[in-house]
């Protein structure tokens, strides 16, 4: 099977800009700088995104994800941050190897925009909770 883009990253063969590496996880800078400082945490261990991953290795992504996330706000100036990770191309994910998005956030005018549409009505809230409920 053809190695992802990550995996190479991983094993040397595509050059990335790193700001920090463990056993488990590796972060750098994306390449797209959406703002900056935009850098992904990612597993060194494939999985294909944070539906797939287990547990504890995902754990382990989201601690250093809040680190630079902390770091960023401190040293950059950034006065939010989004954490955002895709699942599956219908949620925009297009490397399909799981990695943590840490978009530093400055102003409102800047390469990123999330917007969220309310789109309750007509759902019994109720009910949905309760099916989702009890596959938990
Ligand atoms: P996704 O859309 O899957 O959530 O995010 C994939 C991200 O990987 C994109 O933001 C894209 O800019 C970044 N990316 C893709 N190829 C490379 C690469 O070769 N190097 C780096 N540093 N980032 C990459």
Do not use: W
């Amino acid at each position: 099977m053809e190695k992802d883009i990550f995996c190479k990253i991983i094993d040397g063969e595509i050059p990335c800009h790193k700001v920090y590496e463990d056993d488990d996880v590796l972060a750098f800078l994306d390449i797209s700088q959406v703002t900056k400082g935009h850098t992904l945490v990612i597993s060194k261990k494939h999985y294909d995104n944070f539906l797939t991953i287990p547990q504890e290795e995902m754990h382990r992504v989201m601690d250093v994800a809040q680190r630079i996330g902390q770091v960023e706000v401190k040293l950059l100036g950034a006065r939010g941050v989004n954490i955002l990770t895709n699942c599956y191309p219908a949620a925009g994910q297009t490397v399909m190897h799981f990695h943590v998005h840490v978009i530093p956030r400055y102003n409102s005018e800047e390469g990123f925009i999330l917007e969220m549409k309310n789109n309750a009505e007509g759902l019994n809230l109720p009910a949905l909770a309760k099916e989702i409920k009890k596959e938990l």
